[in-house]
């Protein structure tokens, strides 16, 4: 028995009804991103102006691919964390807050605020070697777990593949997805 | 309407459940086969999508699958859900219970390593004095592995390797690129083997295509979907089991269905968690213990190479083997292979330096993950946790599972031999490292419905039938004694077949 016949005798789905010799057109329908801007509700101010400066010196735009910003990234991850276990909540509240009082101890200014040399004297704990068990000390912590989910919000966004795309043929960002089954 | 009287009553659908139907079904004896998951239309209900087009850009929707790292937002509709399908374990020694419910079972998304255990594995105690034998060996099972392999289109490469026996594969001759040769190079300059991995080949090697079609055809085979079974039940008169008790996934209306002989085959804890919460089979008190697994140690070392050109290989057990000559007993192999970049979170950099590193090393990562032998231990068991139960009101596990130094001390020897292969093979080191996932998250879950010769210390017979009732068998993985550091479903496959053929060969005697 083919594997075809075999599914349909298992299923015994009725013949999908004829719609009187109709074709039905094929409506292609976008992603929320495209026609409205996100409203952030999990950082603060000043966390939302820390993370996206983060996002951009991780992730910038480089020789037209679009970085972080482009790809909306810290305002897909304000929207993730929002939803995510309180433990995670807390590492990116206190790695941000962390990241901002120590700018302002040491430059009287936000992280945002930082420029390209100052911002990287904080982020330190980025040059260190990766691994197996997470860093002990929270900001290192923090901006390991917030390195990974900016690249990982960027190069799955609609913005950087639909560019990235155009090049490789295997950036294509698809994969086969499972149907949740009732 | 009447219900139709089977011979045999199959509990699950995946690699054991679906080896059993295939051979049942074609010696003519009906059966029914009822799965806790639903049925579906491998191709209707998948589809090609992007990942942005997903609601968390593939991230997932967060704390969904807190034990089941292998699901992605692609798959998720495929692992058990976890609300819906708890369990317990004491917060110092977590598992991570990991299942598929759905026709196919694990079998739809498994790795597919398909390695024959050895008599290293069957006659372990008689090598190194640890533990219990199986109460059969190599010889014993070899000619069901001959049949299992084409049957699941097993690829590789014949190797005479004592410790993974050859079988009947689909000849892999498949090149490796220079960097991979000359880390197999090394190793075997050291005395350590490789060879091709062995799989099952196709688009999906699953019981859903391999196994369950040609059972079907055969028109003695009945699957029901979405039949969560509570119990099983016994006739009192006789002892012996007559049906069971299920309950429908999506109305959670209560059914029973009967057969002469019971097959259960849910997968290794979920098969003992129904004997447990039946009451049967054990009277020798070891239903439930001797857990075990393989445990890994992923990307044990991640290193860069000279130049690309990628290439699987796999290194089979090597330590051990004549006598005693480590600070463990038994041993551990290693998928490794070249290609591919290394992920962005071995390189201490971010921004533009990074994407340059990135870019530089395309095609040119090396990795190898460790998978080791667990020894079988009484202290590692599970239970039926009455305050904890599934969406179906049924009574769920507490598992206790921990590592001792044994596989601690594997795990280093393995970190310290990759890494020095990597040098020795001109690799620029990344990462090494010795931490083991948490037990069970290998899938590869062993033990806790053990065979034996002795009533008293195990559970099933060598023919995977219960000591105290003679018309139920258990045919996956908690019928193993031993696992070695070969992935089981291989073996698992070729219990069924064999538990099968003493089956169908006693029914036709009128013994069962």
Known sequence: ?????????????????????????KID???????????????TAPQLAAVRRLSDLILPSINGTPGALEARAPEFLDFLLGQSPADRKALYRNGLDALNATARRQYAKGFADLDATQADALLAPLHKNWTWDAPTDPL??????????????????????SVVSQRSRGASGTSIYWHPIE | MATTPYDVLIIGSGASGGMTAHTLTKLGIK??????????????????????????????????????????????????????????????????????????GKTLVWGRASWRLSDLEFK???????????????????????????????????????QIP???????????????????????????????????????????????????ATGNLTIVPNAVVREITVDKKTGLVNGVNFVDRRSKRELHAKARVLVVGASTLESTRLLLNSGIANSSGMLGRYLFDQFYVKNTVQAITPETGGGTSYIPRFTNLKSKEKNYLRGYAVDFGGGGTPDPKYFPLYGEPLQKELNEHRGRGFNATTMGSVLPRYENYVRIDKTVVDAWAIP?????????????????????????????????????????????????????????????????????????????????????????????????????????????????????
């Not at chain 1, 329908?29 to 950082?43: I, K």
């Not at chain 2, 040098?423 to 090494?432: N, P, R, T, V």
Request: hydrophobic share 40%; charged share 25%.
């Open chain 1, 1 to 25: 028995m083919k594997r075809r016949s075999f599914t349909q005798s298992l299923l015994a789905l009725p013949a999908a009804p004829a719609l009187l010799g109709q074709e039905i057109p």
């Open chain 1, 29 to 43: 329908f976008s992603v929320p991103d495209a026609g409205a801007e996100p409203v952030p509700h999990f950082f």
């Open chain 1, 140 to 161: 290192a912590a923090f901006l390991r777990e917030a390195k990974a989910d900016v690249l990982a919000a960027t190069v799955n966004s609609r913005e950087w593949i």
């Open chain 2, 31 to 104: 059966c029914l086969m009822l799965d806790a998951g639903p049925a579906f239309d491998y191709e209707k209900d998948r589809s090609l999508r992007a990942v942005y087009d997903l609601p968390y850009r593939g991230f997932g929707k967060p704390g969904r699958f807190p034990h089941i790292t292998q699901a992605s937002e692609f798959t998720a509709a495929i692992w058990a859900d976890e609300k819906q399908n708890p369990y317990s374990y004491d917060p110092k020694d977590p598992y991570y219970w990991v299942r598929i419910r759905r026709i196919g």
């Open chain 2, 124 to 162: 372990a105690k008689d090598h190194d004095g640890f533990g219990d034998n199986w109460p059969i060996r190599y010889a014993d099972l070899a000619p069901y592995y001959d049949r299992c392999e084409p049957l699941l289109r097993v690829s590789g490469r014949k190797e005479g390797l004592p």
């Open chain 2, 166 to 216: 050859d079988g009947v594969f689909l000849e892999d001759n498949s090149p490796v690129g220079p960097a991979v040769a000359r880390f197999i190079a090394e190793a075997n300059k050291r005395g350590i083997p490789t060879t091709k991995q062995r799989r099952a080949q196709g688009t999906l090697a699953s019981s859903m295509n391999l196994l369950l079609p040609d059972a079907m």
């Open chain 2, 396 to 512: 769920s596990l507490h598992i206790q599972a921990r590592y001792t130094d044994n596989e601690f001390n594997m795990a280093k020897d393995a970190m310290n031999t990759l890494a020095e292969l990597c040098d020795a093979s001109g690799f620029q080191l990344l990462e090494k490292h010795d931490k083991m996932v948490p037990p069970g998250e290998s899938i590869h879950e062993l033990g806790t419905c053990r065979m034996g010769d002795n009533p008293k210390t195990s559970v099933l017979n060598q023919w995977n039938q219960a000591h105290d009732v003679k018309n139920l068998f258990v045919v996956d993985g908690s019928s193993f004694v031993n696992g070695g550091s070969q992935n089981p479903t291989l073996t698992i496959t070729a219990l069924a077949m064999r538990a099968s053929e003493y089956m169908a060969e006693q029914m036709r005697k009128g013994d069962l």
